[in-house]
């Protein structure tokens, strides 16, 4: 290397305390020259004799925020050699200047608010470039301060010149505050405004109180964990009867209450810090998350959180505020209006919220970390897309109806929307128009594809029909579940096929019956359906996915069992419902896995409505987990039919009998999951040996269960496997396989 280069630095670098970086290392290794930003990256010029030792710790002392993707460099000449090292200003229009995710509050800034400085000692929006608020309080880009909710708050003197200093770990970085001149708390209750807001508030929450707190990406409920009365209150308030509460608490707390182990420690301490699912061991209250093994736990992430959880010294639930079905609550007055019947008091601050982010959820599998929920602190990421999608036109994609998410194809990347959630309800609809605008302003997209479900009924697909002017590119939900775990996993344009098992809940397939358990054949070019679950009607349509005991009924009716079904629902009105399958009338056909777990919980005792989506089948999975592991060997039996369907109908023989020797439900739910598991393993393994598929992928909804995944991958035996861990493997993650799908048809077309 000669002594002067031109360095090209990829990857997220910007917005992240990248040139400030530079510049220090700069004057480490007595190098001179400039840094700047430009659409392309990170850009340096650079002379000094220690300059392979100085691009070489661009990567190994890389920010905490950043990701270094690649260190170009090529030969450079100075024209007139330079005598210092400069942060040179931004080049080039429409960069595309990235926005990193919120980040969780770095140490050096819980220093801070715990140090002596009186500017930041117990200051709730402390932050510098290792952390802090980002995208939750972005309007639009550029990404600097006037473009944030942080413009009205004009920086006092010593925070400027922080801002201003390259030395200073707050140098440039936008939301910079201190007690001086940044937002401020405030405690309103009853009574009126408070000026000692986290004391009071602590003080009342340890009391029984139940609290409305702003957070970063939205408002949670908010009451002390280990007070049983407190919790009941808050359920009935908020009309949520059983759904799991999260909880947040200081590694004190998680590590008394919970054992995480290694890497469910690195999950809830990354920047983003998620919830993450921890099993059970020192109780608390049964009604935060009852019937199940598994409580969501997360650290505090702002310096509010800190200080409150500090001065509660115990765990607090942190639910999402908001009224049951809609969306989180992101502003004061809406706080105030929609969560009064709700709360006791409220724990407020004067910086908006410019966008709401649910908090992001991840479970540590036995084969490594998974993402359930993917909102703040992992949004707006991007994913490079796999080789042969270098040339992909701009997409954009809609997903599905209940998990809602959107994604973006350009320039080789996916850009997969946060967590949007469910379409039916009308504010979220509101919201998911609203991001679909908001995405493509933010990364500057013209999309010439616009992707959707084949179920025009969806409003997501309605919405792509628009878009397009009818134009739209239209794709098999389970195809799309396929291609998601493909792309995650890089699998190349022209890898070959793979058999993928998708366990899911509903998607229409192309024979217009419900499909939901299939193992397709196939990539992104298109597939062939070699096995699914046997079809069974739905009985009352909708209310099948509401009422486990329909699945039941209509599962033992299909086995011949219908005596069965007459002695163990006897309670149901099952002569209308038989009449209504015989003439097909709100009846669909369906595949569904999910609603074969829905009548499996019914067999072991579930009755009446699920009051959230899964409910019954989480209660299997937590039954089943406690079963002894041998048991497998034990799994229930599926018969193959010439068609390719799978029955169920002798495993229902078969847990009967099982129920009738007094064998324990646990053990029964655990045969259960081992059946499925491995009749659909059977399948996809047959294609890997025959040579058609190159490895099985495991894709939709029902690979959340941890069990299940684990036991299909045990059944898979030694063949490569793919599976879910950035990309939700539910609905959530559907719009990302929609997207590359459409994209390699529009490559076909050209
Ligand atoms: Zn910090
Ligand atoms: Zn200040
Ligand atoms: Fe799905």
Not at 185 to 209: N, Y
Not at 284 to 291: F, G, N, V
Not at 454 to 464: G, N, P, T
Not at 544 to 559: K, M, V
Request: some cysteine; proline content about 7%.
């Amino acid at each position: 290397m000669s002594d002067a280069a031109r360095i090209r630095v990829r990857g997220q670098v910007q917005g992240v305390g990248f040139r400030p970086f530079v510049w220090q290392l700069a004057q480490s290794f007595d190098i001179r020259g400039e840094v700047l930003n430009d659409p392309e990256g990170v850009l340096i010029h650079a002379q000094g004799a220690d300059l392979q030792a100085f691009v070489a710790a661009i990567t190994t002392d890389a920010p905490p925020l950043a990701r270094v993707d690649a260190v170009e460099t090529a030969a450079f000449r100075f024209d007139t050699p330079p005598e210092s090292f400069e942060i040179a200003a931004s080049q080039g229009s429409g960069a595309e200047t990235r926005v990193t995710p919120d980040a969780a509050t770095c140490p050096d800034c819980l220093a801070d608010i715990r140090g002596d400085d009186p500017r930041r000692r117990g200051y709730a929006f402390t932050n510098c470039t290792h952390c802090g608020p980002r995208f939750t309080i972005l309007h639009g880009l550029p990404y600097d301060r006037a473009q944030t909710t942080m413009a009205g708050f004009t920086m006092c003197a010593d925070c400027a010149a922080e801002y201003a200093d390259p030395a200073d770990r707050r140098f440039h970085a936008q939301p910079v505050a201190c007690a001086v001149c940044g937002p401020q708390l405030s405690f309103e209750d009853g009574h009126g405004a408070h000026p000692e807001a986290i004391a009071l508030a602590a003080q009342r929450l340890k009391e029984g109180a139940i609290f409305a707190i702003k957070g970063l990406g939205g408002f949670h409920l908010c009451c002390d964990a280990t007070n049983p009365q407190a919790i009941e209150t808050l359920r009935t308030r908020k009309r949520r009867p059983v759904k799991p509460l999260a909880l947040m608490g200081r590694w004190d707390e998680i590590t008394a209450y919970a054992n995480p182990s290694e890497a469910e420690r690195a999950a809830l301490a990354s920047v983003a810090a998620p919830i993450v699912l921890l099993p059970k061991t020192t109780p608390l209250p049964e009604a935060l998350a009852p019937e199940q093994n598994r409580l969501g736990w997360m650290l505090p992430y702002t310096p509010l959180h800190h200080l409150l959880l500090d001065a509660v010294g115990r765990p607090l639930v942190m639910t999402s505020g908001n009224l049951s079905g809609e969306p989180q609550v992101i502003g004061n007055d809406e706080a105030r209006e929609k969560l009064a019947e709700i709360v006791d008091g409220y724990l407020l601050h004067n910086r908006d919220i410019a966008r709401r982010l649910d908090d992001s959820v991840m479970q540590v599998t036995p084969h490594g970390p998974m993402i359930l929920r993917r909102a703040r602190g992992m949004v707006p990421e991007t994913l490079p897309l796999p080789p042969g999608f270098e040339d992909a036109p701009q997409v954009v994609s809609f997903g599905a109806h209940l998990k809602s998410a959107i994604c973006l194809i350009k320039n080789g990347q996916a850009l997969l929307s946060h967590h949007l959630g469910d379409l039916d309800d009308l504010l979220t609809w509101e919201k998911f128009v609203k991001a679909d605008a908001d995405y493509a302003q933010l990364f500057d997209h013209q999309p010439q594809v616009f992707v959707c479900d084949l179920h025009l009924d969806y409003r997501s697909s309605q919405h792509a029909a628009a878009r397009a002017g009818g134009a739209q590119i239209e794709v098999q939900h389970h195809h799309a579940h396929l291609a998601a775990c493909l792309a995650e996993n890089g699998w190349p344009r022209d890898g070959g096929a793979v058999a993928g098992i998708i366990l899911d809940g509903l998607g229409l397939g192309t024979d217009g019956t419900i499909w939901g358990a299939e193992v397709l054949l196939g990539d992104y070019d298109g597939y062939t359906r070699e096995a699914y679950l046997r079809p069974a009607p739905l009985p009352g349509g909708d209310a099948a996915n509401r009422e486990p005991w329909r699945n039941l009924f209509a599962r033992l009716d299909q086995a011949g069992m219908a005596e069965v079904a007459d002695a163990r629902l006897a309670g149901q009105p099952l002569t209308l419902l038989r009449q209504a399958m015989a003439k097909g009338v709100n009846a669909p056909l369906s595949s569904s896995a999910g609603r074969l777990f829905d009548a499996f919980a019914a067999l072991l005792g579930y009755d009446g409505a699920q009051s959230f989506e899964g409910e019954a089948a989480m209660a299997l999975e937590a039954m089943a987990t406690r079963a002894p592991r041998a048991e497998v060997a034990n799994a229930y039996p599926f018969t193959p039919l010439p068609d390719g369907a799978l029955d169920p109908a002798p495993l229902w023989d078969a847990a009967l009998s099982d129920l009738e020797e007094g064998l324990g439900p646990d053990i029964i739910a655990l045969r259960f999951h081992a059946g499925i598991a491995q009749a659909f393993a059977t399948q996809a393994r047959a294609l890997t040996e025959s040579g058609r598929a190159k490895a099985v992928a495991l894709s939709g909804g029902c690979f959340q269960n941890a069990l299940l995944l684990d036991l299909t991958i045990e059944a898979l035996g030694d063949v490569p496997v793919l599976l879910h861990t950035k990309v939700p493997a539910n609905d959530g993650g559907l719009a990302l396989g929609q997207a590359v799908i459409a994209a390699a048809t529009q490559m076909r077309r050209r």
